[in-house]
């Protein structure tokens, strides 16, 4: 089995077993996000400049697919702060952003037999996924 990244890592061990995130907080969306940073940092997709803003420096590869809707936004943006990026992920009114890359992570693991996915209810409108407990 190949590695998982960091976000899917901390996907997989976040959610609970009926695939359900901890109370709303804004740690769950700040780690899954600084994650996902991590990662297209070191792949050298994204660059950290001297002021601090993140710029796009190459395009999303085939294994960091589960992160396409960050690179999407961050490639359609000017050069922002990280924390311009984290406020948008974490103190957003619909948290679309969020929930984006919530699907976009999970539905990497389900691909890789991890987790499976379930609809969710009325207040919780995004799909759930559900991890495999021997992955955990």
């Not at 709303?24 to 400049?49: D, H, Q």
């Not at 085939?62 to 974490?90: G, N």
């Not at 103190?91 to 984006?100: A, F, K, V, Y």
């Amino acid at each position: 089995m190949k590695e998982l990244t960091i976000s899917q890592e901390y996907l997989l061990c976040v959610v609970n077993e009926k695939g359900r995130l901890p109370v709303v907080s804004t740690e769950v969306a700040t780690c899954l996000l600084a994650g996902g940073l991590i990662e297209l940092l070191e792949s050298s997709t994204l660059r950290l400049t001297d002021d601090k803003r993140i710029h796009v420096a190459g395009s999303l590869g085939e294994d960091q697919i589960h992160l396409k809707s960050l690179f999407d936004w961050l490639a359609q943006s000017k050069p922002m702060k990280i924390e311009e990026i984290a406020q948008e992920y974490t103190i957003s009114l619909t948290g679309r952003r969020l929930r984006d890359l919530l699907t976009g992570v999970g539905a990497s693991l389900v691909e890789r037999e991890l987790a499976t996915t379930e609809k969710g209810n009325f207040l919780d409108a995004g799909p759930r996924f559900i991890p495999d407990p021997q992955a955990v």
